[in-house]
Nanobody
Framework: QVQLVESGGGLVQVGGSLRLSCAAS????????MGWYRQAPGKQRELVAT???????NYADSVKGRFTMSRINAKNTVYLQMNSLTPEDTAVYYC?????????????WGQGTQVTVSP
């Protein structure tokens, strides 16, 4: 069974920084893409950033220049460094992975971590 476990959320003031972590565990053969999505109250879940196994990153326009996604391959762990946070970044942040197990490939999600940016 695969698990994605996020950590690092919390409360921060406008202009502050947070770093989210996501560790994938279980019987994993390979990870194709990992990413971060977020969902604010009353809004749809939206992409924040993705990072492929080929080191290609993709960022939402709203976070470009402020957020940076990175990873440690050996630990199946990714990070999201979030700087210059604004109240509009307040949301539950979900880790995502497109990965292969021994017998299938699928999408997996973490349980989410709350990020709250206070004015």
């Amino acid at each position: 069974q695969v698990q994605l476990v996020e950590s690092g959320g919390g409360l921060v003031q406008v202009g502050g920084s947070l770093r989210l972590s996501c560790a994938a565990s279980g019987t994993i053969l390979s990870i194709y893409t990992m990413g971060w999505y977020r969902q604010a109250p009353g809004k749809q879940r939206e992409l924040v950033a993705t990072l492929t196994s080929g080191d290609r990153t993709n960022y939402a326009d709203s976070v470009k220049g402020r957020f940076t996604m990175s990873r440690i391959n050996a630990k199946n762990t990714v990070y999201l460094q979030m700087n210059s946070l604004t109240p509009e970044d307040t949301a539950v942040y979900y880790c995502y992975a497109d990965l292969r197990r021994w017998y299938d490939r699928g999408d997996y999600w973490g349980q989410g971590t709350q990020v709250t940016v206070s004015p």
